[in-house]
């Protein structure tokens, strides 16, 4: 069972307009694997979940999920598929209570007519409970989702990603512009939510990607340069070289 | 104290309820017959408002284009009553289908012989014609300014098919309501004219409650993220197309309600009604009154076009300069519209700024909670 494979991306490349985001790229995700995706500046880190989320058609290469293609689904279709996205800056509903923002993320079915019809199941609810006490934010239940600060606001768009129970989680740089001790329990929450869900995470803080102790793929120019733990590739000449800098920095 | 404040709430709420059926009952005593006819008028277009709000106030959908549902429920309700008056005109059709040398009834015309069919004709009808438009703009993924040009095209399409179909629906001339019978009795007369203002009066609280209905609780939330940030909505699993022509649909649907009711009480339906200026006229109601606060849409609707005709009669010529001015005003000093000015800081910010209020030192909730804290 552990050693399923949930997703698996062959030869993807995408080309804008000559311009190739991602090269021949391939990747395999086991079920329940954390996985850290770390790579300099353009090195395709957002094109990569942007092909697995739908949001680009890959030029070549096909994406395997579950066994089955996602390639040329819709962005929502696969959602409901089971893969959820959280994005770089934090992106909530402003305008709307932190509750109403979770009540958005674990509404199923996501019909029309569900939501105007019927209210909301008491299972949710405390769903929403639940999910409010793992990032503290019970006290700020009706609060407007954008008068939290920035790192609630990261909180929340990660309890939003976990109340659509996903079986792939993608979360880009979690950590942006967060304390230390924000940092610290960000890492330990990703961590406590791998093994029941997979998890990919992408970051520059190299801090942070020590702390979550996983398997690293290194990205460079749209391709994987160095797979392995962290050890592995601090080690590795071609990731000291394009990356890292040298171990004393 | 939260408890008082909840039975003070309720009090405004039930005396500003009294005072409007109040006010409904007995406003064809109060005012002049023309006057009553011009409130009962724009009584109807807070209705076309309403459906404005929904779309642009609460989805993000600005259309310049209502004026096309607008003008299909109004020519829903002219085609019923033209043809249910035939019966003294050359071959039992309607009186202008002899100027053309039309001898036969057009065969759309057919079904509008039923009152039944009539009556959902006009918001149906509508609301299937913008359900259509929507979903194919709104599958593509057209949105922004892309979505307001094509809404503006598309209302200029109609108006252009419309004009020049003489020999279907009378062309540029329109159809004549106020002359022609309903219940044996002419809809023109005073009479008339007061049953259609009480049905206007209950349609427009009807459609208001509708609304709330509608952006009440996740369904209207939906509508706000897609508002806010409609990729967000789509990785979270939900499709946006089918809530976009849902609620585009729901907004034409209001649009010809509001259409018919006014062509009952302005006397014709006329392609005037798809005019360019006429449909943009309907988002500044909206924008003036509150985006996304619904009583805002019909108080805008009905104050604006209320001074419209008070200003018209005193100085002609300058209204086109005070509603332009409005709009300017709105859009630089109050982008929340005049009720959401209200309802959000406005007043406060105003109060301290001529020194009538203490300045607030911390968050607002905090200092609100301290003082009343103080006071027990």
Same mark, same amino acid.
Request: with cysteine; net charge positive; hydrophobic share 45%.
């Given at each position: 069972?552990?050693?399923?494979?949930?997703?698996?991306?062959?030869?993807?490349?995408?080309?804008?307009?000559?311009?190739?985001?991602?090269?021949?790229?391939?990747?395999?995700?086991?079920?329940?694997?954390?996985?850290?995706?770390?790579?300099?500046?353009?090195?395709?880190?957002?094109?990569?979940?942007?092909?697995?989320?739908?949001?680009?058609?890959?030029?070549?290469?096909?994406?395997?999920?579950?066994?089955?293609?996602?390639?040329?689904?819709?962005?929502?279709?696969?959602?409901?598929?089971?893969?959820?996205?959280?994005?770089?800056?934090?992106?909530?509903?402003?305008?709307?209570?932190?509750?109403?923002?979770?009540?958005?993320?674990?509404?199923?079915?996501?019909?029309?007519?569900?939501?105007?019809?019927?209210?909301?199941?008491?299972?949710?609810?405390?769903?929403?409970?639940?999910?409010?006490?793992?990032?503290?934010?019970?006290?700020?239940?009706?609060?407007?989702?954008?008068?939290?600060?920035?790192?609630?606001?990261?909180?929340?768009?990660?309890?939003?990603?976990?109340?659509?129970?996903?079986?792939?989680?993608?979360?880009?740089?979690?950590?942006?512009?967060?304390?230390?001790?924000?940092?610290?329990?960000?890492?330990?929450?990703?961590?406590?939510?791998?093994?029941?869900?997979?998890?990919?995470?992408?970051?520059?803080?190299?801090?942070?990607?020590?702390?979550?102790?996983?398997?690293?793929?290194?990205?460079?120019?749209?391709?994987?340069?160095?797979?392995?733990?962290?050890?592995?590739?601090?080690?590795?000449?071609?990731?000291?070289?394009?990356?890292?800098?040298?171990?004393?920095? | 104290?939260?408890?008082?404040?909840?039975?003070?709430?309720?009090?405004?709420?039930?005396?500003?309820?009294?005072?409007? $059926?109040?006010?409904?009952? *007995?406003?064809?005593?109060?005012?002049? &017959? @023309? /006057?009553?006819?011009?409130? %009962?008028? +724009?009584? #109807?277009?807070?209705?076309?408002?309403?459906?404005?709000?929904?779309?642009?106030?609460?989805?993000?959908?600005?259309?310049?284009?209502?004026?096309?549902?607008?003008?299909?429920?109004?020519?829903?309700?002219?085609?019923?009553?033209?043809?249910?008056?035939?019966?003294?005109?050359?071959?039992?059709?309607?009186?202008?289908?002899?100027?053309?040398?039309?001898?036969?009834?057009?065969?759309?015309?057919?079904?509008?012989?039923?009152?039944?069919?009539?009556?959902?004709?006009?918001?149906? $009808?509508?609301?299937?014609? *913008?359900?259509?438009?929507?979903?194919? &703009? @709104? /599958?593509?993924?057209?949105? %922004?300014? +892309?979505? #307001?040009?094509?809404?503006?095209?598309?209302?200029?399409?109609?108006?252009?098919?419309?004009?020049?179909?003489?020999?279907?629906?009378?062309?540029?001339?329109?159809?004549?309501?106020?002359?022609?019978?309903?219940?044996?009795?002419?809809?023109?007369?005073?009479?008339?004219?007061?049953?259609?203002?009480?049905?206007?009066?209950?349609?427009?609280?009807?459609?208001?409650?509708?609304?709330?209905?509608?952006?009440?609780?996740?369904?209207?939330?939906?509508?706000?993220?897609?508002?806010?940030?409609?990729?967000?909505?789509?990785?979270?699993?939900?499709?946006? &197309?089918?809530?976009?022509?849902?609620?585009?649909?729901?907004?034409?649907?209001?649009?010809?309600?509001?259409?018919?009711?006014?062509?009952?009480?302005?006397?014709?339906?006329?392609?005037?009604?798809?005019?360019?200026?006429?449909?943009?006229?309907?988002?500044?109601?909206?924008?003036?009154?509150?985006?996304?606060?619904?009583?805002?849409?019909?108080?805008?609707?009905?104050?604006?076009?209320?001074?419209?005709?008070?200003?018209?009669?005193?100085?002609?010529?300058?209204?086109?300069?005070?509603?332009?001015?409005?709009?300017?005003?709105?859009?630089?000093?109050?982008?929340?519209?005049?009720?959401?000015?209200?309802?959000?800081?406005?007043?406060?910010?105003?109060?301290?700024?001529?020194?009538?209020?203490?300045?607030?030192?911390?968050?607002?909730?905090?200092?609100?909670?301290?003082?009343?804290?103080?006071?027990?």
């Amino acid at each position: 069972m552990n050693n399923k494979v949930l997703l698996n991306l062959i030869d993807i490349t995408v080309s804008f307009e000559g311009f190739l985001a991602l090269n021949k790229l391939n990747l395999n995700l086991k079920k329940g694997e954390l996985r850290a995706v770390i790579g300099p500046n353009g090195a395709g880190k957002t094109t990569f979940l942007d092909v697995i989320t739908g949001k680009v058609k890959p030029t070549k290469g096909e994406v395997i999920f579950k066994g089955k293609s996602l390639v040329g689904r819709k962005e929502h279709k696969i959602a409901r598929l089971g893969v959820g996205r959280k994005f770089q800056s934090p992106r909530i509903f402003e305008n709307l209570t932190v509750k109403e923002n979770l009540e958005i993320s674990v509404t199923t079915p996501k019909s029309p007519l569900n939501l105007i019809n019927k209210s909301i199941k008491d299972e949710q609810l405390n769903e929403i409970d639940r999910l409010m006490k793992i990032v503290n934010l019970s006290q700020k239940v009706d609060s407007k989702a954008g008068s939290l600060s920035h790192g609630q606001k990261q909180w929340l768009e990660i309890a939003m990603l976990v109340g659509q129970k996903p079986d792939l989680m993608l979360v880009d740089e979690p950590v942006a512009g967060l304390t230390d001790e924000e940092t610290d329990l960000t890492a330990d929450l990703l961590k406590s939510l791998s093994g029941e869900n997979t998890v990919v995470v992408i970051d520059h803080d190299m801090e942070f990607i020590r702390r979550l102790d996983s398997n690293v793929s290194v990205l460079n120019q749209g391709t994987v340069l160095c797979e392995g733990t962290m050890e592995t590739i601090q080690k590795d000449k071609k990731v000291i070289d394009v990356y890292l800098g040298r171990p004393e920095d | 104290m939260s408890l008082s404040k909840i039975k003070f709430d309720k009090k405004i709420v039930l005396s500003f309820w009294i005072i409007l $059926i109040a006010l409904i009952i *007995a406003a064809p005593t109060l005012l002049p &017959v @023309f /006057r009553l006819n011009l409130l %009962g008028r +724009y009584l #109807s277009l807070s209705i076309v408002a309403l459906g404005v709000d929904l779309i642009w106030g609460y989805t993000g959908l600005l259309s310049l284009g209502q004026g096309i549902f607008f003008a299909l429920g109004g020519y829903c309700a002219a085609m019923y009553l033209q043809i249910t008056s035939a019966s003294e005109f050359p071959n039992n059709i309607p009186e202008f289908f002899a100027l053309y040398g039309v001898e036969k009834l057009p065969f759309f015309w057919e079904p509008f012989r039923s009152p039944v069919f009539t009556f959902l004709a006009i918001w149906i $009808i509508p609301a299937l014609v *913008a359900g259509l438009i929507g979903f194919l &703009v @709104f /599958r593509n993924r057209i949105k %922004g300014v +892309y979505f #307001s040009i094509l809404t503006q095209a598309s209302l200029l399409v109609f108006f252009n098919f419309f004009n020049g179909q003489q020999k279907l629906i009378n062309g540029t001339n329109g159809l004549k309501t106020d002359v022609t019978q309903l219940f044996g009795q002419m809809v023109g007369s005073e009479s008339m004219q007061r049953i259609f203002f009480w049905i206007t009066a209950i349609l427009v609280i009807a459609a208001w409650f509708f609304a709330k209905w509608v952006v009440k609780g996740r369904f209207g939330n939906i509508l706000i993220g897609i508002r806010d940030d409609e990729p967000r909505v789509r990785f979270t699993g939900y499709n946006p &197309v089918i809530f976009k022509t849902i609620i585009f649909s729901i907004a034409g649907g209001l649009a010809g309600i509001s259409g018919a009711l006014y062509t009952v009480q302005s006397g014709i339906v006329s392609p005037q009604f798809m005019t360019v200026p006429f449909s943009i006229e309907m988002v500044i109601w909206v924008a003036v009154g509150g985006r996304g606060t619904l009583l805002g849409a019909i108080l805008g609707a009905v104050f604006i076009n209320y001074a419209k005709s008070l200003v018209s009669e005193a100085l002609p010529a300058s209204w086109m300069f005070i509603q332009g001015g409005l709009f300017i005003l709105v859009v630089t000093a109050l982008p929340e519209g005049v009720l959401g000015w209200i309802q959000g800081d406005g007043p406060r910010n105003l109060l301290q700024r001529f020194g009538l209020k203490r300045k607030i030192e911390t968050y607002p909730s905090l200092e609100v909670n301290n003082k009343e804290g103080n006071n027990e």
